[in-house]
C-alpha cells in the first residue's frame, strides 16, 4: 500500500524530521576537512543509522564506516556496504555474528584494549573462519576505555595478537569524547592534539617494535572540526556532524542553522497558570540528554522553533515526562493565544544521536513547500 505523503505540518507527531539540505552542507564540510587534512573520512553511523544518510556522507569518500552495533552492522550489510569498523570493546559472544558477515566478503575491523581478551578471542571452542583485523583503542584523556598509548600494556597485547593465527593487528583506535566537555576553543584544540599525538605515538610504537600499524583512526566530531594538521594519522570517524545538534553549537562546531534534524510535536494542552505549554514530545520523544546546558542556560531537553525552522525567542523545553513535554519562555510570558491546542512545533535536539535513535524512520525534506520523503533506518542492538 503506497504510504501517504505528509507535509510537516501533517506528519503525525511526534515525527524526526530532517532538512536534505543542510545534512548535504554538513557532509560536505567535513569531507572538505578530511581532504584538506589528508586523511580518510569513515563516518560514525552511529549517529544518523541511516543507508540514504551513509551514501552522502561517503559520497567521493573511500566507502568505509563505522558502526557501534550489531543490529548497525548488519543493517549497513544489508544495504551494500562492505567495509566497516565495530567500534565497541568487542567481547567473544558476539564474533559469530561479525564472522558471518567476514565469510560474506565484508572487511569488519574489531576493537579491544587488553590482553584478556585476546586470550578470551584465542580460547573460543569455535575458532576464527578466517582472519579478523584488530585495532587498539587508545586513552587519550577520557578515561572511558583504552590503554595508555606511552604503557608496556600496548606491546603486550600487540604480541599476543600476533600469536593468534585467527586475528591480525590493522593499527590503533582513539576517540575524544572528552571533547564534549572543552570550555571553550583552545580547550577543545588541545584535546585535539592530545587525541593525534596518542595515536600517533602508539601507532609509532608499535612499528619500532616490528608490528605492521596501517590505520591510525582517531574520531569526534569537536576535534575533527578545530583544523589542526594530521600528520601521522591515516582516518577520522566523526558522526555527529552529519545533522549537529544543540549540544556542538554550544561547544561553537557549528551555529544552530546547521542543526539538519528537529522534533515536530503538536501543542495538546496549555497551564496558563503555571505558565507552560504541554506537547506530545516528551522524554521518549526527545531523551533526556541536557548536555547543552553545560554552556548555555535556558536549552533544557531542547530549543522551539516554529514550523519554518525559527527560533522562538527563549521558548524551550523546560521538562520532560515519558510523552509530555514542558515548553517555558526564558524571555517573559508564553504568548498563549499564538499556540493553542493542536498548533505544532519544531524542537532542536540537544544530542541528535540520542534523540534520533527511537523513531523508525526519517521525515526528509528539501524545502518546507514540498512533501516529506521517508528515509530508513535501524534501531536497536
Known sequence: MKQEAFSVSTVPTPSVILDRQKLIANCRRMAARAAGAGVKLRPHLKTAKSAEVAALA????????????????????????????????????????????????????????????????????????????VLIEIDCGGHRAGVAAEGVELLDIARRIAGVPGLVLDGVLTHAGHSYHAADAGAREAIAVAERDA?????????????????????????ALTGIALDG???????????????????????????????????????????????????????????????RQHVGYGL??????????????ADAHQEHGFVRCSAGTIDFDRFPVGSRLRILPNHACMTVAPYPEYQVFESMDRPLVQWSKTTGW
Open 58 to 133: 561517503t559520497s567521493g569518500q573511500f566507502g568505509g564506516i563505522t558502526v557501534s552495533t550489531l543490529a548497525e552492522l548488519r543493517y549497513f550489510f544489508e544495504h551494500g556496504i562492505r567495509d566497516m569498523t565495530y567500534a565497541v570493546g568487542i567481547t567473544p559472544g558476539k564474533m559469530p555474528v561479525i564472522e558471518g558477515f567476514i565469510e560474506q566478503g565484508a572487511v569488519i575491523r574489531i576493537v579491544l584494549d587488553s590482553a584478556g581478551m585476546v586470550d578470551e578471542l584465542a580460547a573460543r571452542e569455535s575458532g576464527f573462519k578466517g582472519r579478523v583485523p
Open 233 to 295: 594519522v591515516t582516518e577520522i570517524r566523526p558522526g555527529v556532524y552529519v545533522f549537529f545538534d544543540l549540544a556542538q553549537a554550544a561547544l561553537g562546531v557549528c551555529s544552530p542553522d546547521d542543526i539538519a534534524v528537529s522534533v515536530v510535536a503538536t501543542v495538546i494542552g496549555q497551564h496558563r497558570a503555571a505558565g507552560h505549554l504541554l506537547i506530545d514530545a516528551g522524554a521518549l520523544a526527545l531523551s533526556k540528554d541536557t548536555s547543552a546546558g553545560e554552556f
Open 199 to 223: 595515536a600517533v605515538l602508539a601507532a609509532g610504537r608499535l612499528r619500532e617494535a616490528g608490528h605492521a600499524c596501517p590505520t591510525v583512526s582517531i574520531g569526534s566530531t569537536p576535534t
Open 304 to 317: 522551539v522553533c516554529d514550523l519554518e525552522g525559527r527560533l522562538l525567542d527563549g521558548m524551550h523545553v
